[in-house]
């Protein structure tokens, strides 16, 4: 247990909730979760459910209908033929990171993952007994991935890379291009790629690209996607992982081991939100668009801030060295002495140092609340 880490947000979101206890007002932007309300067709469509008496277990690797759906979105949205098959659906995205894991990381393996990243990969890796081998995304690259360099990490005890794009924390992407050197890096090695795609339909800048649409990697590749970001769907706990028939077998298995199946009622709300309206997701992005728009352009006039236009995702990741505070001294200082909650950059990382995470998944006022009360906190605190 002691190699298995945790997700700073979740922590940081309970410090915030003890201050609003104590009566503090607290600006929440640490956790990455859309602030809209489910779409209501979603809704009506689990509601029915329930009431039809979707209350049932189902068949581990997901509901049949639920599973083609799928299938149909991932073969239209990457321009790769998906069958229902290839598809497993679990509580979220998350458990596809943990079961990948599980199923083919051994005591030993080298894990290539993306660092600042989602705190779960290198978790995960150290957890199953892997070696952790970073890909630092820098700054200067508007943090897409060094391909010389990952090509310079890749050894023969490599048995996974993960890409992330768009990326949490940053909001970088990876282009085509990018994939396609990736993709030419790992050549034909018996490498597996964990392609974590959940935020794929928050791209504002060019187009999302899978490493699954390059000719022969889609039987290299597991898709991570999900409803929890594109279908503000966090709470109702559903994701999938599209892969070869084999390893969905190995990971339907995990599943029946787990937890036996996601939520049955859930699923037939997922295949409302793949089928029905999208203009609510439509709606929720062009908001998202707007508002990092304005918290970039914000974020930008504070003394010791700068920070890139991310080109996905709903995070902003200004560079704080300039104010000459470390990044976790300086997100606890904003959380009790400003009160906006925010994370250090070191919570995704060590590459994650001198920078900091804001989540804009939160209303336009209270994102320029935030903005007000940073500019007074430093115009005190930073000669
Ligand atoms: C990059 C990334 N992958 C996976 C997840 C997990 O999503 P879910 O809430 O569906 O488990 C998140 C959530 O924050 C994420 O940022």
Same mark, same amino acid.
Request: charged share 20%.
């Given at each position: 247990?002691?190699? &298995? ?19 503090? !007002? ?40 639920? #599973? ?38 051994? !005591? ?13 990969? !290198?978790? +995960? ?12 995304? #820098? ?64 791209? *504002?800048?060019?187009?999302? *690209? ?32 599209? +892969? #070869? ?7 339907? #298995? ?33 908001? *998202? ?15 010791? *801030? ?23 001294? &300086? ?39 935030? &903005? ?12």
């Amino acid at each position: 247990m002691s190699r &298995l880490g945790t997700e700073t947000a979740f922590e940081v979101l309970n410090r915030a909730r003890a201050l609003e206890k104590q009566g503090k !007002e607290v600006v929440h932007l640490e956790i990455g979760e859309p602030d809209f309300d489910t779409p209501a067709n979603v809704v009506d469509a689990g509601v029915n459910a329930l009431r039809q008496g979707w209350t049932h277990y189902g068949p581990a690797a997901g509901l049949p209908d639920l #599973r083609q759906a799928i299938a149909d979105y991932v073969s239209r949205t990457r321009s790769v033929p998906v069958a229902s098959e290839e598809v497993v659906v679990v509580p979220g995205g998350k458990p596809i990171i943990f079961f990948t894991m599980l199923a083919l990381v051994d !005591e030993g393996d080298e894990v290539i993952y993306p660092n600042p990243g989602f705190p779960i990969y !290198e978790s +995960m890796i150290n957890y199953v007994g892997g070696h952790a081998i970073p890909i630092p995304l #820098r700054e200067e690259r508007d943090f897409s991935v060094d391909v010389k360099e990952l090509a310079s990490l890749i050894t023969n005890r490599t048995k996974l890379v993960i890409l992330n794009s768009p990326h949490n924390p940053t909001g970088g992407t990876l282009s085509k291009h990018d994939i396609y050197a990736i993709a030419d890096a790992i050549g034909d090695r018996n490498i597996m790629v964990l392609s974590d795609e959940i935020y794929s339909r928050l791209v *504002f800048e060019g187009e999302d *690209f899978s490493i699954a649409s390059v000719p022969g990697f889609k039987e290299r590749t597991i898709i991570l996607d999900g409803f929890s970001k594109t279908y503000a769907m966090t709470g109702w706990r559903m994701g999938y992982g599209v +892969m #070869r028939v084999d390893l969905a077998t190995h990971i339907s #298995r995990l599943m029946t081991n787990s937890n036996s199946c996601t939520a049955s009622f859930t699923q037939i709300a997922g295949i409302e939100a793949l089928r029905g309206d999208q203009t609510s997701v439509d709606r929720m992005n062009a908001e *998202f668009k707007h508002r990092r728009d304005v918290f970039v352009a914000g974020l930008n006039k504070i003394k010791g *801030f700068s920070c890139r236009l991310p080109k996905g995702a709903f995070y902003a990741f200004p560079n704080i060295t300039k104010t000459g505070w470390p990044s976790k001294k &300086l997100a606890d200082a904003l959380l009790d002495q400003a009160g906006v909650a925010c994370l250090s950059g070191t919570a995704f990382g060590d590459y994650g140092e001198g920078y900091l995470r804001f989540s804009v998944a939160n209303s336009l006022e209270n994102l320029n609340k935030a &903005l007000a009360k940073i500019e007074e906190w430093v115009g005190k605190n930073l000669s």
